[in-house]
């Protein structure tokens, strides 16, 4: 299995500030005959399912605020928040789709300070 | 709008079925995507059962192989999950998905998902 490690756990973000999630997958998720990354990224509010932010590592899902933005490639995947809203209170998860089975990492709290 | 309603008995005893139902409005199942079905405890996270679209054959977890099955229904446009020889570990909150992507990427629409716990 592929075993997505997310860093740090928890962040604590002044209103405004850039907040930056961290994803290491354990084998490349790049598939060499499209190039593209496999790695989708999800905000999850108490109480609700999770929410798909980005997929293919960075293209934004439709109605998804432009703070939100996903780069990296390979291993190595980020998630930043340009400027963190009050809204964005949540905790945050990759997963790759590039192997079955498809897995997640242990998700991010992301809190204001 | 793309809606998802999971359904089904909160409580299950040990070694028995577990059985649950998504009733999906706003898009009919037969006309395409992958669904699925992902849990999430404390313990483990969220984790991906397994994912079935109209024309082709359903895709598995391996570690759920052959406990985790799922049908759809496209006169009802609803599908379902049983998952066999139940025991506490499978005590988790149950949600049922559309994959955007491929089999199991990217699930865009999602169930409120439904807890069910395993005890006798």
């Known amino acids: 299995d592929i075993v997505m490690t997310q860093s740090p756990d928890s962040l604590a973000v002044s209103l405004g500030e850039r907040a930056t999630i961290n994803c290491k997958s354990s084998q490349s998720v790049l598939y060499n005959v499209n190039n593209k990354d496999y790695l989708a990224w999800y905000q999850q509010k108490p109480g609700q399912p999770p929410k798909l932010l980005i997929y293919w590592a960075s293209t934004r899902e439709s109605g998804v605020p432009d703070r939100f933005s996903g780069s990296g490639s390979g291993t190595d995947f980020s998630l930043t928040i340009s400027s963190v809203q009050t809204e964005d209170v949540a905790v945050y998860y990759c997963?790759?789709?590039?192997?079955?089975?498809?897995?997640f990492g242990q998700g991010t709290k992301v809190e204001i300070k | 709008q793309v809606q998802l309603q999971e359904s089904g008995p909160g409580l299950v005893k040990p070694s028995e079925t577990l059985s649950l139902t998504c009733a999906v409005s706003g898009y009919s199942i037969s006309s395409g995507y992958w669904w699925g079905w992902i849990r999430q405890s404390p313990e483990k996270g969220l984790e991906w059962l397994v994912s079935?679209?109209?024309?082709?054959?359903?895709y598995h977890n391996p570690k759920f192989n052959s406990r985790a099955t799922m049908a759809l229904d496209m006169s009802t446009n609803q599908f379902s999950l049983r998952l066999s020889s139940v025991t506490a570990a499978d005590t988790a909150v149950y949600y049922c998905?559309?994959?955007?992507?491929?089999?199991?990427?990217?699930?865009?629409?999602w169930g409120q998902g439904t807890l069910v716990t395993v005890s006798s």
């Open positions: 998905a559309r994959a955007k992507v491929d089999q199991a990427g990217a699930f865009d629409y």
């Open positions: 079935l679209h109209h024309s082709a054959s359903p």
């Open positions: 997963q790759q789709h590039y192997n079955n089975p498809r897995t």
